[in-house]
């Protein structure tokens, strides 16, 4: 079986606006600077007490505790009143859908929880292209290898016959530590040169390119 896995945000949506602002109110709730919103970026990807971590190294835990429910609850209310924008990158519905018709199993492995992914998948018509969803809720952060170890278990692929794709080195790191292929995107949060120091063999710069690197 060949596996293709995806990371959501970054990959498959842009979700950064959303991320960034549920940071900002999440810190402000718990009393905290504002984050830079560089340095948020760069933490989409992470496990979410990961994320919160890198951002405010020197807070207390209940303090780092209160940003992570306070992101929560940040996040839910714009799902909830309809303010959640998290659109696919160009191209990307498409190519799941060429993927899917010819015969590869599809996975997604992101540190979003198991009701965001399918929220963000579901809105954008995607979530029954999927055989196999790993998120934070049952994983360690990338860069462990869990997700792509239990992705590969539930669709009966072997490392080789797999591929990481995403647009951080998290991702990258986390292909290596599994054995598998590593295609990065050059859309995301970092940049190419990091990528490829990470682990990344190629990088797409769009979904017609990512397409023919997974065929090639």
């Not at 405010?56 to 009143?81: H, I």
């Not at 999927?130 to 669709?155: C, G, V």
Request: charged share 20%; proline share 5%; aromatic share 6%.
């Amino acid at each position: 079986m060949r596996l293709a896995v995806f990371d959501c945000d970054g990959t498959l949506s842009d979700g950064q606006a959303a991320v960034c602002r549920s940071m900002e109110i999440a810190f402000s709730q718990a009393g905290l600077p504002a984050p830079d919103l560089g340095q948020v970026r760069r933490i989409v990807g992470l496990s979410l007490p990961q994320a919160i971590r890198s951002l405010a190294p020197g807070a207390a835990q209940d303090q780092q505790n209160v940003v992570l429910e306070a992101y929560k609850q940040a996040f839910r209310a714009a799902r909830l009143d309809g303010s959640l924008h998290e659109p696919l990158f160009p191209g990307m519905a498409e190519l799941v859908r060429s993927l899917h018709g010819r015969g590869w199993m599809l996975g997604v492995a992101t540190g979003k929880s198991d009701r965001g992914l399918k929220s963000t998948l579901a809105t954008n018509g995607l979530l029954d292209f999927f055989t196999t969803l790993q998120t934070a809720d049952r994983h360690p952060s990338k860069p462990h290898p869990s997700m792509l170890h239990t992705a590969m278990e539930e669709a009966l692929a072997r490392p080789e016959n797999t591929v990481m794709i995403g647009d951080t080195v998290f991702d990258m790191e986390c292909a290596v530590a599994a054995g598998t292929g590593a295609i990065g995107v050059a859309w995301g949060y970092h940049e190419a040169d990091e990528l490829r120091s990470a682990g990344a063999t190629a990088i797409a710069a769009s979904a017609r390119e990512l397409e023919e690197l997974l065929d090639g």
